[in-house]
């Protein structure tokens, strides 16, 4: 028979996978999409625009764009623990690199739109259960 400290810790774990899948799907929703955007294939100019108005070269939403996606595919495949971790790391220096250029162009509203951005992958990141995490 479980004990309530068992049955707790159970009911803890099985919120934590859920919460864990949630965001780890947004945020592979997020990429994938964003990928796209970033691409031009679902947008018409909306992104260059942004990255024209932010000072940076008209190449840069193309090399996000494949990463992204990359990255999307990464964090949802079973194993490849090592890949997950590297891809993490992008989402966040990806989201935050967009989050302190908009703070520095002055856009406040964009600022606290794309920290949105890095919480959720933080949030999934923090989550993974076991099999999704590397042996330290």
């Known amino acids: 028979m479980k004990t309530n400290n068992e049955t707790g810790s159970t009911t803890k774990s099985k919120i934590f996978l859920v919460l864990y899948w949630i965001t780890t799907v947004a945020v592979a929703w997020e990429l994938m999409f964003g990928g796209l955007w970033d691409l031009d294939i679902l947008n018409k100019g909306y992104v260059q625009k942004v990255i024209a108005d932010l000072g940076y070269p008209h190449y840069m939403p193309y090399i996000f764009g494949t990463w992204k996606i990359l990255a999307g595919i990464a964090i949802l495949l079973p194993g490849f623990k ?55």
């Open 82 to 136: 090592r890949l997950k971790e590297w891809a993490y790391a992008g989402i966040f220096f990806v989201f935050s690199g967009a989050c302190f250029s908009h703070l520095f162009m002055g856009e406040t509203g964009q600022t606290i739109g794309v920290l949105m951005f890095i919480i959720i992958p933080i949030v999934s990141w923090a989550l993974r259960p076991a099999s999704r995490r590397l042996a330290v």
